[in-house]
């Protein structure tokens, strides 16, 4: 072996060594003369990672959190065990609409507090969910065992919310004010596709025809709970979450608009590492468009 080529692996174990001894060495909290644990306050800012100097690299500022976007979505039935399958410890099926859920494709619009949405590149995205009925003690809501979107800031503010974010490609038919054979019409006959795939794979697919008016935006008829899940890297702890808790959303001022009904189509398809098909379709029921806001600053502690 060439002495440079030695001289660069001694280089790169050396580092790596040092990497090791230095992250056994630097404990994150001390402790004081008494055994009491004393949290040293710290210097980077930001409310997510990456923390700086500046606290403006973070991948999502604090709250508020505001959102507007347009929805495509489709009602659907699987079996009652799967739908079951899919609930963590601490919801149930509900009994009065066992196996029901709604798939739904928006375009999203965000902003904080400085109108972020004049920087497009950073505040549009796309995102696709799925809620499930279930029932957290006596209370109906809806559970999201699986949620993509195509921004990382996003993906960030859903991790903190408890939302199980994955990258993905979602897409949807758009409509516009002016006429033409590029657009549908946003009334009866209006035609509407949607589409999710993730690492190369497409993972569902929709299609929805509008009949009439609505004055409600279905799938948001109930609380959506998730499960804040944060693990332990410790040897021994792996199985020991340092982060695990049911949370109920909050949305502060929610508003619908120009909502549709009508038909809907919905499939999902199998792909390695995914398991959303697991979620077999038995039925579809209605299929909708609406368009809708809300602002997040707060949620709540099931567990």
Same mark, same amino acid.
């Given at each position: 072996m060439e002495q440079?080529?030695?001289?660069?692996?001694?280089?790169?174990?050396?580092?790596?060594?040092?990497?090791?001894?230095?992250?056994?060495?630097?404990?994150?909290?001390?402790?004081?003369?008494?055994?009491?644990?004393?949290?040293?306050e710290e210097r980077l800012r930001g409310y997510t990672l990456p923390l700086s100097p500046r606290g403006v690299a973070n991948l999502a500022a604090a709250p508020p959190w505001n959102y507007a976007g347009d929805v495509v979505g489709v009602e659907f039935w699987t079996s009652a065990e799967a739908a079951e399958a899919s609930l963590p410890t601490g919801l149930s099926p509900d009994p009065s609409s066992s196996g029901h859920g709604y798939a739904l494709f928006i375009d999203w619009q965000f902003s904080g507090e400085h109108e972020e949405y004049l920087d497009p590149v950073r505040s549009l995205y796309s995102e696709f969910l799925i809620l499930m009925d279930a029932r957290w003690q006596d209370t109906p809501v809806a559970w999201c065992p699986y949620i993509y979107v195509d921004n990382d800031s996003s993906l960030a503010r859903g991790w903190?919310?408890?939302?199980?974010?994955?990258?993905?490609?979602?897409?949807?038919?758009? @409509?516009?004010?002016?006429?033409?054979?590029?657009?549908?019409? *946003?009334?009866? #006959?209006?035609? $509407?596709?949607? +589409? /999710?795939?993730?690492?190369?794979?497409?993972?569902?697919?929709?299609r929805v025809i509008l009949q009439q008016t609505s004055n409600t935006l279905p799938a948001l008829g109930r609380p959506i709970v998730n499960l804040r899940h944060f693990p332990r890297l410790t040897a021994g702890q792996h199985d020991n979450p340092a982060v695990h808790e049911l949370t109920m959303s909050i949305l502060d001022d929610p508003r619908t608009a120009g909502?549709?009904?009508?038909?809907?189509?919905?499939?999902?398809?199998? @792909?390695?590492?995914?398991?959303?098909?697991?979620?077999?379709? *038995?039925?579809? #029921?209605?299929? $909708?468009?609406? +368009? /809708?806001s809300y602002t997040v600053t707060d949620l709540r502690i099931l567990t």
């Open positions: 440079n080529e030695i001289g660069r692996r001694s280089l790169i174990a050396g580092g790596l060594a040092g990497i090791a001894a230095t992250a056994v060495a630097s404990p994150a909290v001390a402790e004081t003369g008494d055994g009491a644990a004393q949290v040293t903190v919310q408890g939302f199980p974010k994955k990258m993905g490609a979602v897409h949807q038919t758009r @409509a516009f004010q002016v006429p033409g054979k590029a657009t549908p019409a *946003v009334g009866p #006959g209006g035609k $509407f596709g949607a +589409s /999710l795939s993730a690492a190369g794979r497409r993972l569902a697919e929709a909502t549709w009904t009508g038909s809907g189509q919905l499939s999902f398809l199998a @792909a390695p590492g995914e398991e959303l098909a697991d979620l077999k379709i *038995v039925r579809t #029921g209605i299929g $909708f468009r609406g +368009s /809708l």
